[in-house]
Each structure stands twice: as structure tokens, then as C-alpha cells.
């Protein structure tokens, strides 16, 4: 203790009166339960107390008594009387410098060695283990050897480090700042463990550039700390230097960050090719030097991952490739995958599987005995290691194998035994990518040079990763089924290019939206010259949203034959679409390949263009499970006859949609919408506006709102634009960066203006969501030579003046006789309903189009419906004549009464149709 410490002060009368913390320290008592005391009490009671009090008091230790004056009382004060160690100290540093596994080394102040507690590597015993050579247990003398030594020789000899010169200049910066070093991790070399892997055979692996610390040694970590010395006048001493060998908490604190960092960097994926490359990013370089990941075809094809044992023959994809893969000489081919290349960026050549390559794993080697007991393989490889095959087992913990150039697999597959030649790899661990005892695919890591082998925990590590990673494939694979199913629909699904129309120019412009979506168009001839056009978007992603566009496209088309107002049509489908949502939700299932079949392999398939690992982004669908568990809806275990009990029973279903209704013959739109953006005509003298179409809601929405239409007037030329909400910013407001491309259809084919709307969106800045899609409609005038309108008065007179007029008109068109015959006919039977069913006024108009449209227009509102007329009935049978004679008929309200039409073919002579037809706009659709 320092010198000149107050123990104690002593009154008169013998009674203490002060009790320094020394005191307290020394005898246990405190100030409160000492002061007031007789000394002589105290020293009784310590003499009289057990063996392990007295056991504090050092023999040498000395104290000063001397008087004190205060006041008129004369006082004694006891002090120690200079540098003086107890008997707990003396056992402390025995202690430390004996039986501590804590390396302590004082050095002077040039960093010599004066005392330290090692007298040889820490991870080597003495004669006896646990036993010193004087033959007293858990003792160590002084290493005598040592003594004297500089620090730089001590480091190098007791724990061979990297860099024992960097060490010393720590070192003696702390002894010129007093500062103090804590935890300084640093690099050393110790003895290889024999046997570090259960189940290894023979000495230990002695291959060339094994590790760092060469052949048979294993890189250490360990913990220096450097501390000042100094003397209670704050001279400085020396130094102390103290060590810790804490390799196995930072080989497992690494193992933690490598599992942390394959949690973190694989995840939920739609591809599979980006989840395998993710898993090779996240281990290369931390983990292992190199990795390659490969799955079996059938999971990337989108079908069910065989059953363990895997067929010998089954196909396996090279997904990615992380680290230095050797090429030909002085050739090196692209990196796979995104990113920046790394320091060692891949190569390709004869002597590398290239991404893509998909190939069935030669049997007898440790990558397709993975796939026959989903058992992870770690292998040491040495110059003179023969391939030991491990006996058929039942638990999953890895088997060491040692293998060398002469190994049997070796020679079954030369061109892995290639790249472990060339790479210098010493050390391999091959780990399943499993899942309910179905196999998805295996991943390889290779130790290189400079790197340490690979252990047993590095093999439970190398599994672990694949456990989490494999939940992501198979996410991602169950992805690419859905996605395969949702393509497959879609693609059925979607509207044909649509069919010339004499009076319209159709283009339309489509751009899939990275999450999916359900966006649609229809083009539907109608009666009278007529087109209706449609733009609709379901609100979701996948099969679901894909089977709603047909049945609602269905459904459309089935109220358009009804010949219903774009307000009346929507209204129809409103009420079938909440039907639709209110039904069972169905969930389809993907084929499953008959298994044993032999597919046959593609190799150096180009990842970039393969439309299964690349798929594109407009089909995607949302995930079916849960990334982290693996679930997922629609598996093979769940029940055929309904959804999981985890999942709704009804699929939600939101639609907007936009019908616009063109008259060539009157040039008029009658225009409806449900949720979707107001649509745009573009005049013929290029200025734009969009139309005042009233809003109405989505359907099968929770508003029962009605769907107003408006009506109108196009000039002949006039360009359509009718699109989904994504467009809505873009190209269809007034002020959309993109709004004059639209504008110019005024004076440029459609397909054109598609094209640069399509560059501007797909290349500009601003971030787009949801799936556009817009069309384009061009308006034409029916000539009006093809069209005849006469009024009729309204009585039976009526019916021979229509004859009469049409019957001129069929002869004008060069109509046949059989034809102008049954038009005849028609148009008698319609005009004699109109008159005796009907109200004025009364009024005939013959349309020639594709079809011979005969329509017969009246002020009443009654339907006109179809009677079975008995033989001995005289009346009833118009209507029957027309439904057998007609190619269809039908009725169309109007706000002052009803049309009711009927079409028959329109024959014409070849000359007179040749003639007549009118002729496409140059470099412009039809």
C-alpha cells in the first residue's frame, strides 16, 4: 500500500478515534463499527478470530506510530510505513502469474521481458498435461527462458504473430502516453488439431498453402492488452502486457455474422437466379473463397422438387458462381449476375461450368450423394488423400472424407477436379438445399489458399445457411409456378390483335407493371357500323387477377350482344362482378413431371434470355407463403376441396373499366366509366381535351352509385384515347410531361405514337406504378352512299314504301337477288311490328358495312319479343320469320323510343365490292 496511508488515529484513553479505509480494507471493519472502540478490544478479537484473517497480515509489513497534538490532547497516528503487500495481494499475483490462462508479461521499460506467467505456446501441455515439471499441480515456475527476451521475440515465439514489430510500436506508445490498449485483437499461428473433424482417418491434412500459418498449423486470435507500470511517485516502470487466446469466440462471433449476413441479404425473391445469387454473395468472400449454387431443373422449370433419393440422372441448373474460377490462358469471360465484380472476379473456360449450364452430377461423387441422403459432405484435400466413402448413417451431422488427385470422383467428374487444381482449394463442404424431403438443389464452397479449412462447425454453419436459403427458392420457385399458370391464362386471355374495322384505326400501347397487375382492352363489333370499345383493370396480381379479366371480358362480350348503352352495359357488369367476388376462391395447381423421366440437359443456357430464370416482371405475382416458415397456400398437403383454413374464402375483386360506344354514321361517342381516368380525343387539328365524362364507381365497389354517359360529337379523324389510372399523370392529364406525344396522333400512325409513349415512360425519371395500358382509336365517317334513311308515315302504307326504297337501295349496292330478296322480307316484318306494335314516328335506315344492317326505329318502349305463332294463328309470326331468316336481331333503347335491327350477310358481285371498298389511310392501320 502507498507510503504514508492513515490506518488509524488513537486517543488518550486507548479508544479509536479515527479508521482510515486502509483499516477497513485490512481488518473488514468499518469506520462506523471501529471508532469508539478500545484498541486493545479490537487486537483481541483479532487475534482471537480464524486462520484466514490472520492469513492478510504480511509478515514484512511495517507501520509508523507517532503523536499527533490537537488541541490540548495528544492523539497517535499509525501509518504504513512504505510499499508493503498484504497477504491477499501476495496470493493475487501468485495466482496470476501460475494459474491464470491469461498470458501476463512485464516488460521494462525497453520491452524486456522481467517476468511472465508462459513458458511455452498456450496451446501446448508439459510433460504431463495439467502438471509442471517440478511435479506440483496447476503450478508453472517463471520461464527462465524468456527472461530477458524483447517483446518481439516473446510474440513471435509463444504465439507465432503476423506482426510482432507492429505490436512492439503499441507497445511503446503506451508507455510515452500512459494511455492503455484493451482487447487489440491480433493474428498468430498455433498447432493444427488432430482430429478437428469427428470421423477423420489418418494425420493431419498437410496440403500445400493450407492456411496461413503453412502446412499442419491453424491461425490463432488473440486478445493483447498493454498497460503502464508506475510507483506511488508516478515513475514509470515498465509495462504489462497480458493475453488471451480468443479464437473460438471469434471464429464463433464470425460464424454468428455469416449467419446474420446470409438472414439479412437472403430474402424474398421472385427469381430464383437472384436468391442463388444472393446466398453466393453473402458466404463469398467471409465464409469461403468460392461457391457455386446449382438447382434442379425441375424447381426452376417451376415444377415439384423430387423426392429423396433423387433420380441418378436428374438435372441440375448452375445458378451462380462466386469467386476466382480459372479460364483459358489469358481469357477471361463475364461475371455472372449484377454488381460490381469483385477483387476475384469469375472466369470462364473449358475448366468452369458456366451459369446456365444444366447437366445431371456424376454419380459417385460428394455432390450427388448429397442428393441421395441430403447428408452435408466436408472434404480435406490433399496430395496423397484417397476418397473414403462414409457408411450409411441415420443422423444429419457432416462426415469428413479426405480426397486427393487419384480420388474416384475425381476422375467422374474432371472438370470440378480441374477447378480444384487450378484454384488451389484445400478444403470443400457440399450442403443440400432440402425441403420436406424433397431436393431443390446443392450448394459447394471451396476453401482456397491463405484461408483455414474448413471445420465441423463450418459445416453445420454451411447448412444453416442452406436451411434458411432454401425457404427462398423455394418461395422463388413457387413464384415461377404461379407465374407459369398466370401466363398461361393471361396470355389465353388477352384480346387478339383486333380485326380490321372499316370505321375505326385501332393501336394500343401495354407496358406490364414489375408487380403484375390485370389490365385489359376489347375492340367489339356491333350493329349499325358500330364499335364498342373497352379498356378495363382488375385490382390484383396473378391467376386471380387474370381469371377475373376472362370472366369479366365474357361477360362483356355477352351484354354487347345485347346491344346495350355504355351506362346500361357497365351497370350489368357491375352486378356480375360482385357476384364474381362473393364466389369460392380456386386455386390451380401446376403439372408435375412423371418422375423418373430423363429430361435432357441444355448446356451454357444464357441466363440473361432464359424466360424461366429471368421471367418477365409483368407476370409476377404476389409470394403464396411466408419466406420465413416456407408455407405456402395451394401446397400439395392442403385439402382439394377448399381453401386453407388460414386463408379467406372469397378473393377480393375491385374492376374499373371504361366503354365508349362509336357511330360512324352519326359521328357521335357515347362514353361510361368506372373508376378509370377521363379519356382524351385529340382533334384533327391536333389540339386536345380531355371529355367530361362523369365518374362513376369501381365495380363491385361499396358504392351503388349509378354510371352516367355522356354523348359526344367526334369529326371524322379524331384519335380516342381511353387508358388505365397508371397513365393517368403522365399522358392523360392535361398537363403529363407526355401529353404532347399523345397529341401528335393527329398527324402520326398509331402504332408510331404507341412506340414513343411506350420509350418516354419506359426511360423517364419519374418512378411508374401500376400496369399501363392505353388505346388508341382513330375515328372514320361510314361514306354516305352506304347508308339510306328514310322516315315512314305511320300506317299500313308504310310497309310497301320500305320495300319499294329498299329494294332501289339493294340494287344501287349490287346486293344479289337472294339477298335483296330476304332483306326485303325483313324489313317488311319489322316495319309491319313497328306499326302495329309501335308509336310514331316510324323510320327505316339500311346500313352496308360487313354486315347488311335493316333498321326499323319507333317512339315506343315496349321489347318487342319472339312468339311460337299455332298453325291455325294468323298473326305472331314476324318476328319468328326474322329470328330464322337474320344472322341476328336485335333491340337498341333510346331515349325517345327503341331501334329494332336485324343483320343478314352482304353479298355483292365481285366488281361492285371492288369497287366500293373504301381504301386504308396510307401508313395507317385498318
Known amino acids: 500500500m502507498p507510503d504514508g496511508d492513515v490506518f488509524v488515529l488513537i486517543g488518550e484513553g486507548g479508544r479509536v478515534v479515527e479508521w482510515g479505509r486502509p483499516a477497513e480494507e485490512l481488518f473488514g471493519w468499518s469506520a462506523e463499527e471501529a471508532v469508539g472502540r478500545s484498541v486493545t478490544a479490537l487486537l483481541r478479537e483479532v487475534a482471537a478470530d480464524d486462520e484466514g484473517r490472520r492469513e492478510e497480515f504480511s509478515d514484512t509489513a511495517t507501520v509508523v506510530v507517532r503523536p499527533v497534538l490537537r488541541g490540548t490532547a495528544v492523539l497517535w497516528q499509525v501509518l504504513a510505513a512504505g510499499e508493503t503487500l498484504s497477504g491477499r495481494d501476495v496470493a493475487i499475483l501468485k495466482a496470476i502469474f501460475s494459474r491464470s490462462p491469461v498470458g501476463v508479461h512485464v516488460l521494462d521499460e525497453r520491452l524486456r521481458v522481467v517476468r511472465t506467467s508462459r513458458e511455452r505456446r498456450p496451446d501446448q501441455s508439459g510433460p504431463e498435461e495439467g502438471r509442471p515439471e517440478d511435479g506440483r499441480p496447476g503450478e508453472y515456475p517463471p520461464a527462465k527462458g524468456l527472461l530477458g527476451e524483447h517483446l518481439t521475440e516473446l510474440y513471435e515465439r509463444l504465439y507465432g504473430l503476423e506482426d510482432p514489430e507492429e505490436e512492439a510500436a503499441v507497445a511503446r506508445g503506451v508507455l510515452e502516453s500512459g494511455e492503455p490498449v484493451v482487447n487489440r485483437l491480433v493474428r498468430g499461428v498455433g498447432e493444427c488439431d488432430e482430429g478437428a473433424v469427428e470421423g477423420a482417418v489418418g494425420p493431419p491434412v498437410e496440403g500445400p498453402d493450407e492456411g496461413p500459418g503453412g502446412p499442419g498449423r491453424r491461425s490463432r486470435t488473440h486478445s493483447v492488452s498493454y498497460f503502464r507500470l508506475e510507483d506511488s511517485r508516478g515513475d514509470v516502470l515498465g509495462l504489462v502486457a497480458c493475453e488471451a487466446d480468443v479464437t473460438e469466440r471469434e471464429n464463433a462471433r464470425n460464424r454468428r455474422e455469416i449467419l446474420d449476413a446470409a438472414r439479412t441479404q437472403v430474402g424474398p425473391r421472385r427469381s430464383i437466379r437472384e436468391v442463388c445469387e444472393d446466398l453466393a454473395e453473402a458466404v463469398v468472400p467471409d465464409f469461403a473463397g468460392l461457391a457455386a449454387v446449382e438447382v434442379v431443373e425441375d424447381v426452376v422449370r417451376g415444377e415439384e422438387p423430387p423426392p429423396v433419393p433423387t433420380h441418378r440422372k436428374v438435372p441440375l441448373r448452375r445458378m451462380a458462381v462466386r469467386g476466382p474460377v480459372p479460364g483459358r490462358p489469358g481469357e477471361a469471360g463475364p461475371r455472372p449476375g449484377p454488381g460490381p465484380p469483385p477483387d476475384s472476379a469469375p472466369l470462364a473456360g473449358p475448366a468452369y461450368y458456366p451459369v446456365g449450364d444444366v447437366r445431371p452430377l456424376p454419380t459417385g461423387t460428394p455432390f450427388s450423394r448429397v442428393l441421395s441422403d441430403l447428408r452435408p459432405r466436408l472434404a480435406q484435400i490433399g496430395e496423397d488423400s484417397a476418397w473414403l466413402a462414409a457408411d450409411p448413417v441415420s443422423d444429419l451431422r457432416p462426415r469428413l472424407a479426405q480426397i486427393g488427385e487419384d480420388s474416384a470422383w475425381l476422375a467422374a467428374d474432371p472438370v470440378r477436379a480441374e477447378v480444384v487444381r487450378r484454384t488451389g482449394a484445400h478444403s470443400l463442404v457440399v450442403a443440400p438445399l432440402a425441403l420436406h424431403g424433397r431436393a431443390l438443389g446443392v450448394v459447394s464452397f471451396y476453401r482456397l489458399p491463405g484461408e483455414e479449412p474448413f471445420d465441423e462447425e463450418d459445416a453445420e454453419v454451411a447448412a444453416t445457411v442452406c436451411a434458411h436459403a432454401v425457404l427462398c427458392v423455394d418461395n422463388a420457385a413457387r413464384y415461377m409456378r404461379e407465374w407459369m399458370v398466370a401466363l398461361t391464362v393471361q396470355r389465353r386471355l388477352l384480346p387478339r390483335p383486333p380485326t380490321t374495322q372499316a370505321t375505326v384505326d385501332l393501336s394500343h400501347l401495354h407496358l406490364p407493371d414489375p408487380e403484375g397487375g390485370g389490365a385489359w382492352f376489347d375492340a367489339i363489333a356491333l350493329p349499325g357500323a358500330r364499335t364498342a370499345l373497352i379498356v378495363g383493370e382488375v385490382m390484383g396480381r396473378g391467376i386471380t387477377a387474370a381469371s377475373a379479366v376472362g370472366l369479366l371480358r365474357t361477360a362483356i362480350h355477352t351484354l354487347a350482344a345485347l346491344d346495350l348503352g355504355p351506362d346500361e352495359l357497365l351497370a350489368r357488369l357491375n352486378d356480375t362482378a360482385v357476384r364474381l367476388a362473393a364466389a369460392p376462391l380456386t386455386i390451380p395447381t401446376a403439372h408435375t413431371t412423371a418422375p423418373g423421366a430423363d429430361p435432357p440437359t441444355n448446356p451454357g443456357t444464357d441466363p440473361g434470355t432464359d424466360p424461366v430464370t429471368n421471367p418477365p416482371a409483368g407476370f409476377l405475382a404476389d409470394p403464396p407463403g411466408d419466406s420465413r416458415t416456407g408455407s405456402s397456400t395451394g401446397s400439395p398437403g392442403d385439402s382439394p376441396e377448399g381453401p386453407p383454413a388460414d386463408e379467406p374464402a372469397t378473393a377480393p375483386l375491385t374492376a374499373g373499366c371504361a366503354v365508349a360506344i362509336y357511330d360512324p354514321v352519326d359521328l357521335t361517342c357515347t362514353l361510361a366509366r368506372a373508376g378509370l381516368p377521363e379519356p382524351v380525343v385529340v382533334l384533327p387539328d391536333g389540339s386536345s381535351e380531355s ?236
Open 691 to 926: 371529355l367530361p365524362v362523369p365518374a362513376g364507381p369501381l365495380l363491385a365497389g361499396t358504392d351503388n352509385a349509378p354510371f352516367p354517359a355522356t354523348t359526344v360529337r367526334l369529326p371524322e379523324g379524331s384519335t380516342l384515347a381511353m387508358g388505365t389510372a397508371a397513365l393517368a399523370d403522365d399522358v392523360l392529364a392535361p398537363t403529363g410531361p407526355e401529353r404532347p406525344l399523345l397529341e401528335a396522333a393527329a398527324t402520326t400512325a398509331l402504332p408510331e405514337v404507341c412506340d414513343d409513349l411506350a420509350s418516354a415512360l419506359t426511360t423517364g425519371l419519374r418512378p411508374r406504378t401500376g400496369e399501363a395500358l392505353m388505346l388508341l382509336a382513330r375515328t372514320k365517317a361510314l361514306p354516305q352512299d352506304r347508308v339510306l334513311t328514310r322516315d315512314l308515315p305511320a300506317d299500313p302504307e308504310a310497309a310497301p314504301i320500305a320495300r319499294a326504297a329498299a329494294r332501289r337501295q339493294l340494287d344501287a349496292w349490287g346486293v344479289d337477288e337472294e339477298t335483296a330478296f330476304t332483306t326485303e322480307l325483313v324489313v317488311s316484318e319489322l316495319v309491319g311490328n313497328a306499326i302495329r306494335y309501335g308509336a310514331p314516328p316510324l323510320r327505316l335506315r339500311l346500313i352496308r358495312e360487313r354486315m347488311l344492317t335493316c333498321e326499323v326505329s319507333d317512339g315506343a318502349g315496349s321489347a318487342p319479343h319472339v312468339k311460337h305463332a299455332r298453325t291455325v294463328d294468323e298473326t305472331g309470326r314476324g318476328l319468328f320469320i326474322i329470328a330464322n331468316l337474320a344472322e341476328q336481331w336485335g333491340t337498341r333503347f333510346e331515349d325517345d323510343g327503341k331501334t329494332v335491327w336485324a343483320q343478314c350477310p352482304s353479298r355483292a358481285t365481285a366488281a361492285t365490292t371492288d369497287a366500293r371498298a373504301p381504301a386504308a389511310a396510307p401508313g395507317l392501320p385498318r
